[in-house]
């Protein structure tokens, strides 16, 4: 069964430090979406792609972190400089499309900041 | 601005119960409800999708049910069983500013006891 990859699983950091999270989602599937989950919480959209295009970043920090997907495939998160509140989940997800679909989910990317 | 509201406390049950939990949502209805399932450290994992047109729908022992009068969605597990316990999230999808758009409550935890 075709499933989300992420990676790092976990990645442990020092504060005002560069970092990157990486997205394979399912083959085929156009819409990704990009997630932070802090414990106890729901997960919050942080971006959402179609194909390569953003369509939704309105809750992205965009003085510190950016997103792509180049080529409407896989996708990167980064973070720069990090800072203590970014402590969170990571969480890629991806469907066949944006509306009417299930998510699919990877298994996360839980960041520390020190 | 749309809200999604789960129950935050935890819900205990006995074994062979019937577990229900609640996803509430104001202002407009959503096109569609759906609902996840999280394992402490994990990404989410689908369960169902119930349209707004849809007033039940089922697999194997979940239930869901959409209420667009109470705007109000029921999430029942019949017979539950301890590996039923885990966070329950609700999320909504709808339209907000020009696209779809979906939003996760913050989860109810539950726990089945033998």
């Known amino acids: 069964e075709a499933e989300v990859a992420q990676s790092p699983r976990y990645k442990i950091t020092e504060k005002s430090q560069a970092v990157a999270f990486w997205c394979d989602p399912i083959?085929?599937?156009?819409?990704l979406y990009w997630y932070r989950q802090i414990l106890g919480q729901g997960p919050e959209l942080l971006v959402q792609f179609q194909d390569e295009s953003v369509v939704d970043d309105s809750q992205l920090p965009k003085d510190r972190f950016s997103a792509e997907r180049l080529k409407g495939v896989d996708s990167t998160l980064k973070i720069q400089p990090a800072e203590l509140g970014d402590s969170a989940m990571y969480l890629c997800a991806s469907s066949r499309a944006a509306t009417g679909y299930e998510q699919y989910f990877g298994p996360g990317t839980r960041l520390t900041v020190t | 601005s749309q809200k999604i509201e789960q129950n935050s406390e935890a819900l205990n049950i006995q074994e062979g119960k019937t577990a229900t939990l609640t996803c509430n949502y104001t202002?407009?209805?959503?096109?569609?409800l759906q609902w996840y399932r999280q394992d402490p450290g994990r990404g989410p994992v689908f369960l169902l999708l119930i349209r707004e047109n849809e007033k039940e729908k089922r697999k194997e022992r979940l239930k869901v049910t959409f209420d667009t009068t109470l705007k109000q969605s029921l999430f029942h597990i019949t017979a539950s069983q301890p590996a039923d316990s885990a966070t329950y999230l609700c999320a909504q999808e709808g339209y907000s500013g020009g696209y779809q758009k979906v939003t996760f409550g913050i989860g109810t935890k539950l726990q089945v006891i033998p």
């Open positions: 202002n407009y209805s959503p096109a569609y």
């Open positions: 083959s085929g599937h156009a819409t």
